[in-house]
């Protein structure tokens, strides 16, 4: 790595265009995994004829190639690097579904399973870097510990969703405003509380993930299910547009390597 671009990150700066365009995200990443889960292998009428399997090895493979991708470029590359997380969280959500409906095992099982390897997933990025920070995601070893960790709670997201959603009485329009209560409570303590940042960053972008999930449901679910009955296409057209008018009007830079940044 040269010295020009030593001092930053190969991830976005993480500033309010960067929540916009990743809540979006996930709401694209639920909405086009179930069009081709749902609408094109109609695994919601037989979670059990491989239409969920069939998916999450087609989103896998995408993710895993435009991982390398990501790993081998030598900077931030904008669209390369939301095109990598629309496909981690197509992943999710597929992964989710086979895990929750075609092995039952259920969306409290799910979340929980998912979690622990969220956390695993971290855990082994601190105990081998000492930081969690995403400024120093710059070389491969670290590039591969944050995908991994983005993967885990980009799945654990759609779990967590549907878990909130399909639970009680708060339906999917419930569930949405739940997260973002305490999505709001997340930038609350960043502003007026001393918790570390790096924690709080976590702890939005797994809260993100089911927001998007919730929301994504909240578009092309049935109205009986307390949806808007949108058409998966049309919604997943809908929201990449809106994604690729993002990144073309809001700012995107490569974030401040944590040497320069702290």
């Known amino acids: 790595m040269n010295s020009k671009t030593a001092d930053f990150s190969k991830v976005p700066e993480v500033t309010l265009g960067f929540w916009i365009v990743k809540i979006a995200a996930t709401t694209l990443g639920e909405t086009a995994g179930d069009t081709v889960t749902m609408t094109l292998l109609h695994a919601d009428k037989d979670a059990q004829n491989g239409g969920y399997l069939i998916g999450t ?6 993710l895993v190639a435009l991982v390398i991708w990501q790993i ?19 992943f999710g959500t597929a992964m989710a579904d086979l895990a929750d409906r075609s092995l039952g095992i259920g969306y409290t099982g ?5 979690l622990a390897c969220v956390l695993a997933s971290l855990g082994l990025w601190y105990w081998s870097e000492g930081t969690i920070s995403v400024n120093t995601v710059a070389t491969p070893r670290v590039e591969a510990f944050y995908w991994a960790a983005i993967t885990f709670s980009q799945t654990l997201g ?3 969703g549907d878990w909130i ?5 708060l339906g999917y329009q419930g569930g949405a405003l739940v997260l973002l ?15 570390s940042r790096v924690l709080l960053f976590w702890v939005a972008f797994i809260l993100t993930r089911p927001l998007g999930a919730t929301v994504g449901d909240v578009l092309d679910k049935p ?3 307390g949806g808007l009955a949108l058409s998966r296409p049309l919604a997943s057209a809908v929201l990449a547009t809106f994604i690729l008018v993002c990144l073309l009007v809001l700012p995107q830079r490569a974030g401040r390597h ?5």
Do not use: C, M, Q
């Not at 900077?75 to 997380?85: D, K, N, S």
């Not at 209560?181 to 918790?195: F, K, P």
């Not at 944590?258 to 702290?262: G, L, N």
């Open 158 to 160: 759609t779990a967590l």
């Open 258 to 262: 944590t040497a320069a940044a702290e």
């Open 223 to 225: 109205h009986s299910d």
């Open 110 to 114: 799910g979340s929980s399973l998912l």
């Open 165 to 169: 959603a399909d639970t009680g009485d």
């Open 181 to 195: 209560a305490a999505l709001t409570l997340t930038a609350g303590l960043y502003y007026w509380s001393n918790v």
């Open 57 to 62: 090895a087609l989103f896998f493979s995408v």
């Open 72 to 90: 081998a470029t030598k900077r931030f590359h904008p669209f390369l690097y939301w095109a990598t997380i629309v496909a981690s969280t197509t």
